[in-house]
């Protein structure tokens, strides 16, 4: 039930109301759009961790500096965004030797060959493996505690990748060292899922790593499955975790080498949108840029039809805007939520379960400023993502439609326990794409004089490569440097004939609280 002191009375209401036509009255729209929901069935089904986050394995080459997971501010932001999967690898995975009979430390820097300075790191090096791919990494039992124990207390289930370069004279998967931490995982009583190798795809590029078939990649994955099995351990094994779906027809002959076998239990595969050195701010915001993703989604699909695997639970594994650490200035700032949010609107659309964000901390396209600690504007889209979206999924007349400047996407409204809304009400995700024109959501008619809760969403002082977001008109910042605060909406009225405001270069969550949706019941 929503409950909120200017409606606490009657005559609060009528005020309030007033105040709201009057203001809505005076709006000129600069395009209406139509917004025609089904609202009596879901077309799509995700899942409560659907929106989850990674850290980069890169973490193990200095020991977790700079990143102090104890803290109360990790722990209130990991539980913010709870549940989810936190998926720890990447290139320096493969690259990782296992020593739980050593102690070693966390929050000291490790010496590498290259003697890097991790105080001189841009902010968009720090906590990624690029700048220490190939050199070797031994992850330590007190360090596999420190991320297990995160993972425990944040309510997040950890999936981490293995090693997939050790190998035997035959060209199989050696698998010794990797048995010793998954025993040692079990004895701990950890949850930890596996993945096996990161972006096998992408081996024959590297000098030093060995090429890998996608044929022998799904052999190897069946004999973890198999040895996971023997020793009594059911676990979700997700993979290749591919960077591309064509290069080489790795992907393709993956999914045939793993036709009438048990692993992967799901399907995973790598998407950026481009380079993060290359790519412009303009095209962060471009419907044509944003378009592109149905088509790898299309394949994806067709691929899995075609090696009958149609049914198969799919995941992004590993996610985010631009490759290769992001676009300083850019893929950390508010511009970027327009790529976050369509992906996760357009994903959900296609049944995948788990869309994992890199990152959450490390790099320039994280959630959590990499130096500072301050949770950037995508860390807020995300957090109004999970609280008001929930995994049954609703059909948009029109939302696969390319070259759309004004996206809608719309879900059931996530209710639990004590929230505000209830059962039957439904979450709209709008963006507006266009830099100069609002645009004016048209809802259906029996919408009018209603009451919408409106999350608007805009950058601080006009400036779309802001690190501060606004929320309704407030800029949005952790309570003490540590406590995630509450996201408040605010209440608008739709008139007669009225529209929903979004504005130019904006987000917005609009939680109808009336639609009493039977798919929502």
Known sequence: MLNYECLGTPSGVATFLLVVFHAIAIVTADVVV??????????????????????????????FAGLNLTSEKMINIGKSLAPAVLRLGGSSEDSITYDMSAKGNVGESQATPRSIDKSTLPAEALGMDRLYVGDPITVTRKEWDYINKYAEAVG???????????????????????????????????KTNYELGNEPDLYFEHSDKKNVSGGQMADDFQFLAEYLESVGLKKTIAGPDVATLTRGHFFEQFL?????????????????????????????????VLDKLMNE?????????????????????????TYGGGTPGVSDTFVAGFMWLDKLGLTALYNYTHIC???????????????????LPDFFASLAYKQLMSDRVLSVEGQLRTGRTTRVYAHCTRTMPG?????????????????????????ASRFDHTVVAQYLFQSIDGDPTSQTVLLNRNPMSLINDKEVPQLRPKLVVIPTEGTIQVPPLSY?????????ATACL
């Open 419 to 443: 929230s505000e809304f209830q059962p039957g009400a439904v979450t709209l995700m709008a963006m507006n794409l266009d830099n100069t024109t609002s645009a004016q959501l048209r809802l």
């Open 357 to 375: 964000r890199q990152t959450l901390w490390g790099g320039s396209y994280s959630l959590i400023d990499s130096k500072t600690m301050k949770p």
């Open 256 to 288: 045939e080498g793993a036709a009438g076998k048990t692993a992967p239990s799901v399907i995973t595969w790598h998407h950026y949108y481009g380079n993060g050195h290359t790519f412009k701010f303009e095209q962060f915001h471009s419907a044509e």
């Open 34 to 63: 139509p917004v025609a929901v089904d609202y009596d069935k879901a077309v799509a089904k995700t899942s409560d961790g659907f929106l989850s986050v990674t850290f980069d394995t890169g973490v193990f080459s200095h020991h």
């Open 156 to 190: 997040m289930s950890l999936i981490f990748g293995l090693n997939a370069q050790k190998r035997n004279s035959d060209g199989s998967w050696n698998a010794s060292n990797a048995k010793q931490l998954i025993k040692y995982t079990s004895s701990q009583g950890y």
């Open 508 to 516: 917005a969550f609009f939680v109808l609280p009336t639609a009493n």
């Open 297 to 321: 989604l299309d394949f994806v699909k067709l691929m899995l039809q075609n090696n009958h695997r149609a049914d198969a639970e799919v995941w992004l594994g590993e996610t985010s805007s």
